[in-house]
């Protein structure tokens, strides 16, 4: 297949990965949140063995703790809201063209200027022709097995508040004319507490060619309905699906928010999952390792990055080697 964007497990020439930076929105959580992106860098560089991580930093300020914590890892200091560059970078097609697709702050949500025009400037940095396009589209709503299929939730892409004018039929054909999807799955709502609208790299992650990882509920999951849902939409698609654990309930504040083990990145040398202090965090590490037996599986723990509402998937993304 030519002209399509890869499974992340193709090799990748290198990765971008947003850097906290604004004191006012990350408040007390800024100095952890730093050290466990740090930590993710590090992690995906695999001290050489992996990609080359680019940790992308508003500001000189930010830049200096970065060089200071992932001394390996490449500096590009560009202006942005925030680090959520799974949704506000380019999407890097097989032959290097980047898709730049617009957002609007995750449904009006939080707009930025400066999360508008950070596309155009990674790919530029890069050095990789840019195709503007029209359609609202944020990297986490979709998921793609290289082959393809794309998964992707109905709570996202058909929710008025991001493309309003175009039908299911005019999104699929966006997506097919673009990225090189033949198949569309709709899986329904995302994760409770998700304040994207239910992005599908929260809740189902393509592992290989036609295998679709989905979760099981533990507990007083309150994303059991959820799963249930999601299984019961894959099992009617030619898909494998592989189980994976459920972090279960957990809260910020009294309130369930979005944590999830399926937000790992998937990099040249390791695979990162995140880790949220919970029972089912060692085995939800060792059974994404038995999905990437050729790739070292690490669990790092987001504790700080999710009080922002993401975790290493969502503030990554990467750049397909050629």
Same mark, same amino acid.
């Given at each position: ?36 992106? +740090? ?86 940095? +890069? ?142 040398? +390791? ?52």
């Amino acid at each position: 297949m030519t002209d399509h964007f890869p499974a992340e497990w193709a090799p990748h020439d290198s990765v971008w990965i947003g850097f906290p930076s604004a004191p006012d929105l990350w408040l007390e959580d800024l100095e952890g949140a730093q050290e466990e992106v +740090a930590a993710f860098a590090r992690a995906v560089h695999a001290g050489g063995k992996g990609e080359r991580v680019e940790l992308v930093c508003a500001d000189e300020d930010a830049a200096t703790v970065a060089r200071r914590l992932a001394p390996d890892a490449a500096i590009l200091i560009e202006p942005f809201f925030d680090i959520w560059l799974r949704d506000t970078g380019p999407l890097v097609l097989s032959d290097g063209r980047a898709l730049d697709y617009p957002g609007n702050g995750w449904g009006g949500k939080y707009p930025s200027p400066l999360d508008e025009a950070l596309a155009e400037k990674l790919a530029a940095h +890069a050095d990789l022709p840019r195709t503007a396009k029209t359609m609202i589209l944020e990297g986490g709503a979709i998921d793609m097995d290289g082959a393809g299929l794309l998964v992707t939730t109905e709570q996202c892409l058909l929710n008025p508040n991001r493309n309003p004018g175009m039908s299911r039929e005019q999104i699929e054909a966006e997506l097919k004319a673009n990225l090189g999807v033949t198949q569309i799955l709709w899986l329904g709502e995302g994760l409770a507490g998700d304040h994207t609208d239910g992005h599908v790299d929260n809740l189902a992650r393509f592992v290989a060619p036609g295998v679709l990882a989905l979760p099981e509920p533990d507990g007083d999951d309150p994303n059991a309905d959820v799963y249930a849902d999601a299984w019961q939409r894959a099992q009617n698609w030619p898909v494998e699906i592989v189980p994976l654990p459920s972090p279960g309930r957990v809260e910020e504040e009294g309130e369930p928010i979005a944590a999830s083990y399926m937000n790992f990145y998937i990099g040249n040398a +390791a695979v990162v999952v995140p880790t949220h202090g919970q029972p089912n965090d060692d085995a939800a590490v060792k059974a994404i390792a038995a999905l990437f037996p050729d790739r070292q599986v690490v669990g790092l723990p987001t504790g700080h990055i999710l009080t922002g509402g993401g975790s290493f998937h969502c503030i990554s993304q990467q750049v397909p080697a050629r």
